[in-house]
DNA sequence: TTTCCTGCAAACTCTTTGCATATGG
DNA sequence: CCATATGCAAAGAGTTTGCAGGAAA
């Protein structure tokens, strides 16, 4: 069993401070070490994929994006701006498109991830009046 | 407008012969190299990079693992196995999903890339014969 | 006490890039 | 010609790992 430690707190407080956020693991580091200098970038890594690994918290994987996690676990699913690089929720049940998919591919389906990118409607129209695109793409 | 060069066929020409398989751009330069010893690994990255920009070919991009190319450009999904680490495709209608999800989200859509992680009957079977897991998921 | 966790830095994987040279249109 | 593509090697981002010391149970 893990062990009860306290950068094991305080990375879980940080993303649950940053819910709907989508953090990446290098953005938990920065609030958590901001908060707390001792605690090292790979016990923030760590910590997050080994809870992931556990359900506790949803590691949310986007196209060529970085590992993003989520202190949500119930099923929902993600879209992500190409142009400001935010990641919002898509609320839908559980299980539902795995039933529509893959009910006799004989898998044993274990993860669905679903994930749009495009252009947010702020963004669309900040491109239209805008001559010059935001070019603002950042990791978050 | 891209040039015809001889690299350039070498590489789609390989991409094509792999329908299925949904190769890696490592895999694409593995097979390229061995028929064609003189071209390097940027050059099959580049190409691959940029027809999948120019949507003639689709990268397949899944969570947690390389990225990967397909010939195929019609509308589908995939589906890849935690165990052999194989990637099979999934039928669907073009232009569904997005529909169905984000039809009221105010986002163009640009991309919609829908992925399962499971693991695959084959496999499945293997584990309840053999007490060892085959442990063998490999990118291919 | 003993097993697991942490911090540090180095290693690793996959992919992109700078630059000099070569080549297609 | 000359803009674009290529080959090479080196850099880059993101993440993981080996190891010695430290802390939970």
Redesign the interface.
């Known amino acids: 069993m893990q062990r009860n430690t306290l950068q094991r707190k305080r990375v879980m407080d940080v993303l649950t401070s940053l819910e709907g956020e989508h953090p990446s693991a290098e953005r938990v580091y920065e609030r958590v070490h901001t908060l707390f200098p001792t605690v090292s970038k790979a016990t923030v890594y760590r910590i997050l994929k080994d809870e992931a690994a556990h359900g506790t918290i949803l590691?949310v994987?986007?196209?060529?994006d970085v590992?993003r996690y989520d202190s949500r676990t119930d099923g929902h699913?993600h879209?992500r701006?190409?142009v400001c690089g935010r990641v919002?929720d898509?609320e839908?049940g559980d299980g539902e498109?795995?039933r529509m998919?893959?009910n006799d591919?004989?898998?044993?389906?274990?993860?669905?991830?679903?994930?749009?990118?495009?252009?947010?409607?702020e963004c669309?129209k900040q491109m239209k009046t805008a001559s010059a695109p935001s070019a603002d793409a950042k990791k978050i």
Chains 1, 2 share one sequence.
Request: charged share 15%; proline share 3%; with cysteine.
């Open positions: 590691g994987d986007l196209p060529r590992g699913y879209i701006c190409r919002s898509i839908r498109l795995s998919f893959v591919s004989g898998f044993e389906i274990e993860n669905v991830q679903l994930s749009f990118t495009g252009v947010c409607a669309a």
